[in-house]
């Protein structure tokens, strides 16, 4: 039997499940991150306004998370960046991440944008794998400056 994925706004019950996953991707990605910082991103992503949240549910049970935002840049009135896209370990393979890539995609197209793009490391084959399926990758390498 196929497995049951759905994807919906994040809710205030998912916080204990979005904690788990948010702080897995945040361990991935080896970037820390303090108790303040996760409840002042908690509660934008509830209010819904600036950045969006959305989680997949495999036969009920959140196993993911997508955060994704919509900006202006230079040469396009409106972009769709899909900021933070993290599975469980027990749901990878399974389709979680796929559909949530494309209910931002259908919510991105609703709204009109130009441009709909995220961005990881280049050593995360098993994503990569996935995104080559769904994405064009056009060679870009990101740098980061320090500001603080």
């Not at 497995?3 to 205030?12: F, K, M």
């Not at 993911?64 to 009135?77: D, E, N, R, S, V």
């Not at 084959?125 to 399926?133: C, G, H, Q, S």
Request: charged share 25%; aromatic share 14%.
């Amino acid at each position: 039997m196929k497995p049951s994925i759905t994807v919906e706004r994040l809710c205030a019950g998912d916080y204990q499940r979005w904690l788990v996953l948010a702080k897995g991707y945040k361990e991935f990605y080896k970037t820390p991150i303090t108790d303040a910082e996760i409840s002042e991103t908690w509660g934008r992503l509830l209010a819904d306004k600036e950045i969006h949240g959305v989680g997949a549910r495999l036969n009920g049970e959140l196993v993911g998370i997508a955060h994704y935002l919509f900006h202006t840049t230079i040469w396009a009135p409106r972009s769709c960046y899909l900021q933070d896209l993290f599975t469980a370990q027990e749901a990878r393979g399974r389709g979680a991440a796929r559909h949530l890539i494309e209910y931002v995609a259908d919510h991105a197209k609703s709204t009109g944008v130009d441009r709909y793009y995220w961005n990881t490391q280049e050593s995360n084959e098993t994503a990569r794998t996935l995104y080559d399926k769904l994405a064009e990758y056009k060679g870009f390498i990101r740098y980061d400056f320090p500001v603080q």
